[in-house]
């Protein structure tokens, strides 16, 4: 279960980030690097966490020509990440120019296939947000119409809201992996969080990767508290 626990590694340094990976490595499956710390740090911190014995999801959500798309995603996954995502949005012809030519690069230099991941809708967006920028669909018919996108476009799953998980299950099946953040343990603090899930509850509505930052970088002892969610994570499992 605990390869199923994603920690945020939201901090701007590398020694920040050294420290937290020492901390969790035996404690969750995965860190998240997103575009602050790699933006600061660069491969170097990918590098490093897998010298520590870490796996990497590498949050960098690309959105861009099919091309461009397409040449990073073989440097992300050069690097060896685990996992990394692009926007949906992007459409079907950048996600699929990129699920080919990472497969061909990888199978040419033998290096492993990471997961391939699309974002829906950003849950910071509002329904006017999105509106303004003539997206005119309701975001409970545009996270099922992204996500069976991102499906046949070859991507092997989707970043969601834990709220979300029956919507896609329903338009992608069971195969497909869904990663959701939003996830807080029943005693902790929703932070700026505004719709959350139990990792009891995110785990029975079918989430196959939970991705935790303040929950555990906030408490009191961080490594008790994954391990706490890790097990709570293992009462979902029916
Ligand atoms: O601290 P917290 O558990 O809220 O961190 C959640 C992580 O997941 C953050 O890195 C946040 O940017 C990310 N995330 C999110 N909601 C999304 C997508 C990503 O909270 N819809």
Redesign the pocket.
């Known amino acids: 279960m605990k390869e199923r626990l994603i920690f945020?590694l939201?901090v701007d340094s590398f020694e920040q980030a050294q420290s937290w990976v020492r901390l969790l490595h035996d404690e969750v499956g995965m860190f998240?690097v997103?575009k602050q710390l790699f933006t600061r740090c660069g491969p170097s911190v990918v590098q490093m966490i897998r010298d520590e014995g870490g796996e990497v999801f590498l949050d960098l959500k690309y959105h861009d020509i099919p091309n461009t798309v397409a040449k990073a995603s073989i440097e992300a996954a050069r690097m060896g990440v685990k996992m990394f995502n692009v926007h949906a949005l992007g459409g079907r012809t950048m996600m699929k120019c990129m699920v080919d030519e990472v497969v061909h690069a990888s199978q040419l230099e033998g290096f492993d296939l990471p997961i391939m991941l699309g974002v829906t809708i950003?849950?910071s967006s509002s329904e006017s947000d999105l509106h303004e920028v003539g997206i005119l669909k309701p975001v409970v018919e545009m996270v099922p119409l992204l996500a069976a996108l991102a499906q046949k476009s070859g991507l092997n799953g989707v970043?969601a809201?834990a709220q979300e998980l029956a919507l896609i299950r329903a338009a992608c099946g069971n195969d497909f992996v869904v990663v959701t953040?939003?996830?807080r343990p029943a005693t902790a603090s929703q932070?700026d969080?505004q719709r959350v899930m139990t990792p009891v509850e995110a785990i029975r509505a079918g989430s196959n990767y939970l991705?935790?930052?303040?929950?555990i970088s906030k408490a009191a002892d961080p490594a008790a508290a994954a391990r706490e969610i890790v097990a709570q994570m293992s009462q979902g499992v029916m």
């Open positions: 945020a939201d998240k997103g950003l849950t970043v809201s953040p939003g996830v932070d969080q991705v935790v930052g303040r929950p």
